[in-house]
């Protein structure tokens, strides 16, 4: 089973700073790699697939980058809706994991 | 737009069985790809529960996998998740997701809360 690792658990910024959210693989996931986004009483929300693309509708502030075993999530000038939960998922093999999550708060 | 929505009961007692369905519209389930089942307890993270390809195959979690059942009808565009011997652990929000693959396309339900209790 691939073992993801978030970092940091808990990232304080306030709007309009950027944030830089890692997760880290067990072994080599290639580029399977998807951002999920979870407001506090919602569902989560797809942000990017395969390591780097955008779903659709996510604003264009949201980027991702990484291959292999490391990957970050880049959100630029952050703004109050993207307080949220961040989990990264991979799809390279089964069984399909999750990181444990990184909580973005305002500071 | 793929809508996903789940169904079933929100209370269940230790020991029986769980059965959640997964209707989704604006995308035909027959079309490819697959779908999953995820699950929340409250206030921690996300569990992959399992997965189920158009074409009937499915992996599953292997910490439920001696429990867990999901199966496909394609002429009601629904999946369906089967959970044995519940127990307290069980609590949780579960949620459908999909299609897997068409990440243009894909979509969360909006989940619905399991409790097993007596």
């Known amino acids: 089973e691939i073992v993801l690792t978030q970092s940091p658990a808990t990232l304080s910024l306030s709007p309009g700073e950027r944030a830089t959210l890692s997760c880290r693989a067990s072994q080599n996931i290639n580029t399977y790699l998807a951002w999920h986004q979870q407001k506090p009483g919602q569902a989560p929300r797809l942000l990017l697939f395969?390591?780097?693309n955008r779903a659709t509708g996510v604003p264009a502030r949201f980027s991702g980058s990484g291959s292999g075993t490391e990957f970050t999530l880049t959100i630029t000038s952050l703004e109050p809706e993207d307080f949220a939960v961040y989990y990264c998922q991979q799809r390279n093999s089964w069984p399909i994991t999750f990181g444990q999550g990184t909580r973005l708060e305002i500071k | 737009q793929v809508q996903l929505r789940e169904s079933g009961p929100g209370l269940v007692r230790p020991s029986e069985t769980l059965s959640l369905t997964c209707t989704v519209s604006?995308?035909?389930?027959?079309?490819?790809?697959?779908w999953g089942w995820i699950r929340q307890p409250p206030g921690k993270g996300l569990e992959w529960i399992g997965s189920?390809?158009?074409?009937?195959?499915?992996y599953y979690n292997p910490s439920l996998k001696s429990r867990v059942t999901i199966s496909l009808d394609s002429s009601r565009n629904q999946f369906s998740l089967r959970l044995t011997a519940l127990t307290a652990a069980d609590t949780a929000f579960y949620y459908c997701?999909?299609?897997?693959?068409?990440?243009?396309?894909?979509?969360w339900g909006q989940g619905t809360l399991l409790t097993v209790s007596s």
């Open positions: 395969d390591a780097s």
């Open positions: 189920m390809f158009h074409s009937g195959t499915a």
């Open positions: 997701a999909g299609p897997y693959g068409d990440y243009a396309r894909f979509s």
């Open positions: 604006g995308y035909s389930i027959s079309s490819g790809y697959y």
